[in-house]
DNA sequence: CGCGAGTTTGAGAGAAGTCAAAGTGTGTGG
DNA sequence: CCACACACTTTGACTTCTCTCAAACTCGCG
């Protein structure tokens, strides 16, 4: 906005907006983290395809989005993949491997993906050296115990519509979190991937997009999603009430 | 087993058996926290139906169960409630409150049961004055949710015979790691309760263990079951296997 | 003893899965 | 630059699993 370079301003803003959202911003920014060693964190780039860890793996890091989209996988016996969550710029990835130090789930990237790296080493000594962020990541810890909790809830009780209309409002919600509209963006998962994600296989998923859309409710291309009607989408993504008499 | 007193023993092996099986022993036992306080940590008794905490309440402690059996149930908009996990002897309540120091969910004795309270303020202390016990209840919410992620595979992916079977075995070695028979147990939940765990009706509940009786690889009476063929059972419980050529 | 909650079982309906085919888009190699 | 290959998507027709509705049975408790 300013008449300042190109170059430099588009990256400094980045920067600050991609770390203002990162749930693991505590560790680096931390006066005491920048006291114990002059590290900001390492950074890794991945392509579309490219795996971060994969089941087996032992725990080198917390990693958190700095840009791109990943996903990650439960494997299954035979060999398949199920889509268990989906992360965007801020979230934080390999929270479910701390207890074995061995990562029981598989982390991909569905685009030019960049993420921080906090080694477990590091993140170890932070936490005991300040017991703020000790509490922060026992914060995040909980707070996803409680995300799963309502995603089970929406995987037993909720019908496909009911799914469906719910994975676009929170894929909005989480992207009006960080500042980008809550009502347009890209899905970067396939149709067979949502399904996996919400239990529907990926022609039931499509199907109700396309209903969605015939009822004017969104706008679909691909993988480019607008949500028209917020409203209504929100009032189909509700489990039903059950009235009292 | 020697000349003791029966009363005395009765209670003081209970106490041991049970303490033994604590996901939060450690906040008990340790000098540092015998140290800190004279305060052998307050019980709780609750009869069946009795809620421990209601969705809503500030969060006042962890709980570990000592005896009996709960449930945690997330509160519908409607007021409908469903169950999203169960707890025995040993097993820890409360850990997805503590990021909005408010419990998102309810959790009701099914039983007489008795859970031993450790106050916020005082686990607080602990991990703050022991890194061990802080790191200790990092892994117990990690487990949590690489177990959330395996609940989530069983929502999504495994057909009705595949998640009775999963739950009866998972009961099973449950009371298994605690030195009970991983066999014979009582299931403590209604069919309606079991259903809604794993998302699936009532009657699809009853159906799916009459079936299982009739092919004798369970004895069902009321909430008693004995597994009499455990590897029958496990291999009903296991996603079927795509052979690849 | 009888009520009520819980359970079993049956019959029919409906939602989502399966199978199939055609359309769309994208990246690669000629 | 075009053409082809391939992965993804859409849509249709049919199947099947689970839900829904209903009735009878069991059991524990007042």
């Known amino acids: 906005m300013g008449p300042h370079r190109k170059k430099g301003i588009a990256f400094s803003a980045q920067t600050q907006v991609a770390c203002a959202a990162c749930a693991l911003r505590k560790f680096c920014t931390t006066p ?4 114990m060693g002059p590290s900001p964190p390492h950074r890794r780039r991945l392509h579309a395809g490219e795996a971060l860890f994969t089941r087996g793996d032992p725990q080198a890091a917390l990693y958190a989005v700095r840009a791109g989209f990943l996903k990650t996988c439960a494997v299954l016996p035979g060999g398949e993949r199920h889509v268990l969550s ?7 990835l390999g929270l479910d491997a701390l207890h074995a130090r061995i990562h029981p789930t ?6 030019s993906t960049e993420v921080c790296e906090i080694p477990i080493e590091r993140a170890q000594q932070l936490m005991e050296a300040q017991h703020e962020i000790a509490t922060h990541l026992r914060g995040l810890l909980s707070e996803r115990i409680a995300q799963s909790g309502e995603r089970m809830v929406a ?3 909720l019908s496909a519509p009911q799914r469906v209309a719910g994975f676009l409002l929170d894929l909005g919600a989480r992207w009006g979190l960080r500042g980008y509209s809550p009502h347009e963006f890209d899905l970067c998962l396939t149709r067979k991937e949502i399904g996996s994600y919400l239990g529907l296989t990926f022609e039931t998923v499509s199907r109700t997009l396309s209903r969605f859309a015939a009822q004017r409710w969104i706008t679909v291309a691909g993988r480019e999603v607008r949500i028209d009607d917020p409203v209504a989408l929100h009032a189909q993504s509700e489990p039903r009430i059950s009235q009292p008499a």
Do not use: C, K, S
């Open 155 to 157: 995987l037993a009780a």
């Open 32 to 35: 005491l983290a920048e006291a």
């Open 86 to 92: 989906y992360h965007i710029m801020g979230d934080v």
């Open 106 to 111: 598989e982390a991909v990237a569905l685009n």
